[in-house]
């Protein structure tokens, strides 16, 4: 029987995955991959107790519906394992919550050939060219398809095609960095001299006329969001805001 996809799309959501949405992975678990790996996430509110009683992910839960109609009716209800999860619990036994995830539900997805990445700009749709225009946090639509897993009869993966950044929403701090103690404290235990720098006049390294760098905004410490604005960008209860500011 010829595989079944069903094709669904996610309009209100802040994507989380960066990484491979231009560079594919080729591997997974330590283990070299057949086929490259194009991977995105996003996370989307928590309004309701399950996810496919929330407004925004109506036509998501609808899909779901449709592939378990077509193609795992014969198979416990309970038993499939979907795509999204409740980002108030931790993502695998044993493994923390991921705190940028809390009060969120949170889907990945992936796709072996490139997805196709646009940025909404002057209110129409166009390539996105510059990716430093982005970043973890805005607000995307996403669109592909659900199908069951190949090597998982009870699994159902997300194939994402495309991505639509729509707006730019509070940056998202993916991970905890170590901070310079910690950092100076590992060095230490491996036998390094730390000697470090001689001191410098306030402006830069070792004196002289060196300008500040203060064109870059500092990254939100500690993990997790950014203070968060009251409510997401846009006119509707679910629309994003009109979109970016066209760049000149």
Not at 183 to 201: D, E, R, S, V, Y
């Amino acid at each position: 029987m010829a595989r079944v996809y069903i094709p669904t799309s996610i309009i209100n959501a802040r994507i989380t995955g960066l990484r491979n949405l231009w560079e594919p992975s080729r591997e997974f678990r330590g283990q070299q991959t057949q086929k490259p790996n194009y991977l995105t996430s996003v996370i989307i509110p928590k309004t309701q107790q399950h996810w496919s009683k929330e407004p925004s992910l109506a036509a998501f839960a609808q899909g779901c519906m449709d592939i378990y109609n077509k193609a795992m009716s014969h198979i416990p209800f309970d038993r499939v394992t979907w795509p999204i999860k409740d980002g108030d619990l931790p993502p695998e036994a044993g493994r923390p919550v991921i705190e940028w995830a809390r009060g969120h539900w949170f889907l990945g997805g992936s796709s072996t050939t490139p997805i196709n990445v646009e940025i909404v700009q002057g209110g129409q749709a166009v390539k996105l060219m510059n990716r430093a225009g982005v970043k973890p946090g805005d607000y995307v639509a996403i669109s592909g398809a659900l199908a069951v897993k190949q090597n998982d009869q009870y699994g159902v993966k997300m194939y994402v095609n495309n991505v639509l950044f729509m707006a730019p929403g509070e940056e998202i701090a993916i991970g905890n960095s170590e901070t310079g103690a910690q950092m100076m404290a590992k060095a230490q235990a491996q036998g390094l001299n730390i000697q470090g720098f001689a001191p410098a006049h306030a402006g830069g390294f070792g004196g002289g006329n060196v300008l500040p760098f203060n064109s870059f905004n500092a990254p939100p410490q500690g993990g997790g969001f950014a203070p968060a604005p009251a409510q997401p960008p846009g006119q509707a209860s679910f629309g994003p805001a009109p979109g970016f500011t066209p760049s000149r």
